[in-house]
C-alpha cells in the first residue's frame, strides 16, 4: 500500500464485547486518533458507548474519528452525530440455519454449500455522510 501512497494500517485493537471491555481499550482507542480515521465496532451497543465518551471528550465526529458500528440498531438513529451501521441480516440467517436442520434432521445434505449474507451499510453522519 506504501506505493499507492498510503500507510500501514493500525492492527486491531481487541475489545471485549461488554461495556467494561469497551472501557478498558478506551484510552488505547484515544491515543490512537490522527492515527487511524475510523473505527470500527463489533456493535451498535459499543459504537454508541464510544460515540458518548469521544463527544464527552470533545473529539469531533467525524472530522476527528469516523464511527460505524454493527447491528442496525433503532438507537443508532437517535444519538448525534446519528451512527453508521451495519444492518445484518440475523432474521435471515436464523431462518436459513432452521432450514438446513431441517434438512439435515431429514437426510439431505443438499444444503450444506456455503452462503453469503450480505449486510446493508446505513450511512449516517458518524462517517461524514448524512443519512
Not at 6 to 16: D, F, I, M
Not at 72 to 78: C, K, L, N, R
Not at 86 to 113: F, M, T, Y
Amino acid at each position: 500500500m506504501a506505493h499507492l501512497g498510503a500507510e500501514e494500517a493500525l492492527p486491531p485493537l481487541p475489545v471485549a464485547t461488554d461495556e467494561a471491555g469497551a472501557d478498558e481499550a478506551l484510552p488505547s482507542l484515544l491515543a490512537a486518533i490522527g492515527k487511524v480515521d475510523v473505527a470500527v465496532c463489533a456493535s451498535d451497543e459499543l459504537a454508541l458507548r464510544l460515540l458518548h465518551v469521544l463527544v464527552w471528550r470533545r473529539v469531533r465526529v467525524p472530522q476527528d474519528l469516523a464511527v460505524v458500528g454493527w447491528g442496525g440498531s433503532a438507537a443508532a438513529d437517535y444519538v448525534v452525530p446519528r451512527l453508521t451501521t451495519v444492518r445484518d441480516r440475523s432474521r435471515e440467517l436464523g431462518e436459513l440455519a432452521a432450514a438446513r436442520l431441517r434438512a439435515r434432521l431429514a437426510g439431505d445434505d443438499a444444503g450444506d454449500q456455503p452462503q453469503t449474507l450480505r449486510g446493508e451499510v446505513v450511512w449516517r453522519e458518524s462517517t461524514g455522510r448524512p443519512g
